[in-house]
């Protein structure tokens, strides 16, 4: 497997579901059965991964009922970050439920995807291949990330209880077995071998949603961005070299003064057509950027919730400095951090194009145009204000300023909790 594409790998794909990156997205995808539906397929197991993400997530919330003023606040910590990543991974199913998504994954994969819009232009095959490349390693360095955070995430428990002595034939006195994930539950596994490996084996399957619920899904959007970006970048090109009458070139290149530089009447023709053509791609990334927001907006406003949350926790759970604890939650700190930089990053990168295609609009030669097609650019122009930000929830808009105001709040937060818990000490 390539980290890096060169692009050869396109060679004899004849549809978007044979392109190496989209078939690891989609095998990925396997788990939560994410992957868009016909109409007349089955959608039970998208069902049956939720209800099992309900029951953890109750059952991690009877935890927490149970042991709040039996266990410090450092130790209830981790239940409380797994409770709210339960949280994310039952509104992600709830949102994969919806026909929204499926509708919008659907048009991402038979209509907006760049593979299908690779002729229109010489540049517009540049760009399909640039986008191949940014998201073929994009998808093979979020799916191996993943994969590190499973295996940290139930490594270092188990590592926990081989060093306290758990595995030999007689275990130490008071000493307990460690989980990836504490629920309350009917049977005892924290001194019962039994209970250890029954709670252990469930706590990798559901970690394993739980991952596929953050990461793939995240991977998921993060294609989609990448695509609709790379229609903004076809957009703002062809507008911004837009062609001009051929008797502007011609006195371009002789340097004799010719009175009329108008379009002739043929050439006006072509121009509607183009102009027809470029207004209706517009149209078609403005509705499909719509239709994400009302697919993807409940779900991304949750996660933003949650790293508001999360975020304070951690850095609460990392302050104590201890070896054990640094291991235990330092990477979790990094890889939740990181996430919420990562999105944010590139639904920043869809946002700034919008700003690039008004310019490209102006670069437009209305002034060599019939007042007819002169509507057609005012229409453009009017249309390419439109912004294309993803709103969570019709409320707030996702990008760097939102990050931003997050990390900062964040931290605040934590550093008012922090000092509160050194007072109770």
Not at 1 to 20: A, N, P, Q, T, Y
Not at 45 to 50: A, D, E, I, K, P
Not at 166 to 180: L, Q
Not at 350 to 373: A, C, H, Q, R
Request: proline share 2%; glycine share 4%.
């Amino acid at each position: 497997m390539k980290i890096l594409s060169d692009g050869s790998d396109l060679e004899g794909v004849e549809k978007v579901e044979d392109i190496f990156y989209i078939n690891l997205a989609r095998k990925s995808m396997w788990i939560l059965d994410s992957w868009p539906k016909a109409f007349n397929e089955s959608s039970t197991f998208r069902y049956v991964v939720l209800a099992l993400n309900v029951t953890t997530l109750i059952g991690g919330a009877i935890y927490l009922r149970n042991n709040t003023g039996v266990l410090s606040s450092f130790e209830l910590g981790h239940t409380y970050i797994t409770v709210f990543m339960n949280c994310i991974t039952c509104s992600r199913g709830l949102m994969i439920l919806s026909k929204d998504y499926n509708h919008v994954m659907s048009l991402f994969v038979h209509k907006i995807h760049l593979f299908h819009h690779r002729h229109k232009s010489d540049y517009a095959y540049l760009t399909h291949i640039f986008i191949h490349k940014i998201s073929h390693f994009y998808t093979v360095y979020l799916l191996g990330l993943a994969l590190n955070g499973l295996l940290l995430f139930n490594l270092i428990p188990f590592y926990n209880c081989y060093s306290r002595g758990m595995f030999k034939d007689v275990i130490p006195a008071n000493a307990t077995y460690d989980h990836a994930v504490f629920y309350s539950v009917p049977f005892d596994y924290t001194t019962k071998f039994k209970g250890y490996l029954a709670m252990t084996s469930f706590n990798c399957f559901i970690s394993y949603t739980c991952t596929s619920y953050f990461c793939v899904v995240d991977l998921t959007i993060s294609l989609v961005i990448f695509h609709l970006w790379g229609h903004m970048r076809l957009l703002t090109y062809h507008l911004a070299n837009f062609k001009k009458p051929a008797s502007v070139l011609e006195s371009n290149d002789n340097k004799d003064e010719i009175k009329d530089h108008s379009y002739t009447d043929e050439e006006l023709k072509e121009v509607f057509s183009k102009l027809r053509e470029y207004i209706q791609h517009h149209n078609l990334i403005l509705e499909f950027s719509s239709e994400m927001s009302n697919a993807f907006g409940p779900a991304l406003l949750a996660y933003m919730v949650f790293h508001q949350v999360s975020g304070c926790i951690l850095l609460l759970e990392c302050s104590q400095l201890d070896m054990k604890t640094l291991v235990r939650y330092g990477p979790l700190t990094i890889v939740i951090f990181q996430q919420l930089i990562q999105i944010s990053v590139i639904f920043e990168l869809l946002g700034s194009s919008n700003d690039k295609l008004i310019d490209g609009v102006y670069l437009v030669p209305w002034e060599y145009m019939d007042t007819s097609n002169r509507k057609l650019v005012f229409s453009m122009l009017r249309q390419s204000h439109r912004s294309i930000n993803l709103k969570m929830m019709s409320m707030l808009t996702v990008g760097v300023q939102t990050m931003t105001a997050i990390l900062k709040t964040s931290f605040s937060y934590f550093v008012m909790l922090k000092t509160v818990a050194e007072e109770e000490q």
